[in-house]
């Protein structure tokens, strides 16, 4: 396992998301009970390749991250009833999935694949060429599993946020992404 800059390690979780019918209701809870922030806000935005169980989605989302530690913190709110990861049957506000980054994301999507868990969602990131895939594991976990691929990008965005975080003084709670 590599280490991250952040203290994080590669394959293990390094994330965990709550998904928020209020994204910034929901960060003003986090910042409040919890002290987590500066959260950096996302959106709305419609995902360009995003693939919902095989399809096109048209979904809209805003997503807020922030470190708590060396986790990172993901809030997700979807602004419409298109079909997504976020609103199937069954799913609640409150946590979705656990994100796991890798370097082997092609041998990692076919091991979950082999442990029986589809495909629920994929996207390649356009700001930092990252690939995500979304395992549907809820048999097995209390949700699903983001498989997240390491980019020297993605890793500076993420290495930024903790940086930010780091000593964070409670002022300018929500940023810009």
């Known amino acids: 396992m590599s280490e991250l800059p952040w203290g994080g390690t590669l394959g293990s979780i390094v994330q965990y998301a709550y998904v928020a ?54 809030l997700v709110a979807q602004h419409d009833d298109e079909p997504s990861v976020f609103n199937e049957r069954g799913l609640e506000y409150g946590f979705h999935h656990f994100g796991v980054m890798t370097k082997s994301f092609d041998a990692e999507v076919e091991r979950y694949r082999a442990m029986g868990y589809e495909e629920a969602y994929f996207d390649t990131l356009p700001t930092t060429g990252m690939r995500v895939m979304y395992f549907d594991a809820r048999r097995d976990l209390p949700g699903m599993i983001e498989l997240l691929e390491h980019t020297d990008a993605q890793e500076k965005v993420y290495a930024d946020y903790f940086e930010a975080a780091r000593g964070w003084d409670g002022s300018e709670p929500i940023r810009g992404g």
């Open 21 to 74: 019918e209020d994204i910034e209701a929901a960060i003003g809870e986090w910042v409040e009970r919890l002290g987590v922030g500066p959260w950096f806000l996302i959106g709305p935005f419609t995902p360009a390749t995003g693939r919902y169980r095989g399809e096109p989605t048209e979904a809209v989302f805003t997503i807020a991250q922030a470190f708590s530690g060396s986790t990172i913190i993901e």
